[in-house]
T-cell receptor, first 116, second 117 residues
Framework: GENVEQHPSTLSVQEGDSAVIKCTYS??????FPWYKQELGKRPQLIID?????GEKKDQRIAVTLNKTAKHFSLHITETQPEDSAVYFC???????????????FGQGTILTVHP | SAVISQKPSRDICQRGTSLTIQCQVD?????MFWYRQQPGQSLTLIAT?????????ESGFVIDKFPISRPNLTFSTLTVSNMSPEDSSIYLC??????????????FGPGTRLTVT
């Protein structure tokens, strides 16, 4: 089955700096890659996703890049703010035909701390 | 997105007892999932709750321990049976919403924090 590795496990940055979290996946058929942000005591929230027909997607200060050849994708946060502090999870799944996608396989998570 | 609610939000239970967690969604969804998240860990899929048929369980999870119901397209329950302290965790339901042809987004409920003493 799919295996998703996420690095780093912790990341500490100063406010205003950029943060990059990387994930690698094993199943070359995976074609959907969402990112979730989980604040302490809260539910995981979908913040951005990318599908294999695009290489990059941006939404304000966050962006995701995908390299299908190398089987890795990354989350980029620019101009970080203290409220970006949270645990971030990447995930991967594959299209299974019709309107069906396979299950999401999650990375281990990255604890991001943004210092004021 | 969808509004997803869970009951209870938290509970403290004695070992050997069972707890049923409810998940309600404000729209009809074809796919609902149950996840477990142990403290400081990632999300582990327990099972996919299929409407009108048996749930599909992941490796390491069995129906006798985690029976699931899915009576309609907006509701599901997960029961944690014969609990032990190792079952202490956060249990989250999750739904998948279609976004056009061959696309979807997956959202999570607020979770149920279970402590077994």
């Amino acid at each position: 089955g799919e295996n998703v590795e996420q690095h780093p496990s912790t990341l500490s940055v100063q406010e205003g700096d950029s943060a990059v979290i990387k994930c690698t996946y094993s199943d070359s058929a995976s074609n959907y890659f969402p990112w979730y942000k989980q604040e302490l005591g809260k539910r995981p929230q979908l913040i951005i996703d990318i599908r294999s027909n695009v290489g990059e997607k941006k939404d304000q200060r966050i962006a995701v890049t995908l390299n299908k050849t190398a089987k890795h994708f990354s989350l980029h946060i620019t101009e970080t703010q203290p409220e970006d502090s949270a645990v971030y999870f990447c995930a991967a799944s594959r299209y299974a035909g019709g309107t069906s996608y396979g299950k999401l396989t999650f990375g281990q998570g990255t604890i991001l701390t943004v210092h004021p | 997105s969808a509004v997803i609610s869970q009951k209870p939000s938290r509970d403290i239970c004695q070992r050997g007892t069972s707890l049923t967690i409810q998940c309600q969604v404000d729209s009809q969804v074809t796919m609902m999932f149950w996840y477990r998240q142990q403290p400081g860990q990632s999300l582990t899929l327990i099972a996919t709750a299929n409407q009108g048929s048996e749930a599909t369980y992941e490796s390491g999870f069995v129906i006798d321990k985690f029976p699931i119901s899915r009576p309609n397209l907006t509701f599901s329950t997960l029961t944690v049976s014969n609990m032990s302290p190792e079952d202490s965790s956060i249990y989250l339901c999750s739904v998948r919403l279609a976004r056009g042809n061959r696309a979807y987004e997956q959202y999570f409920g607020p979770g149920t924090r279970l402590t077994v003493t």
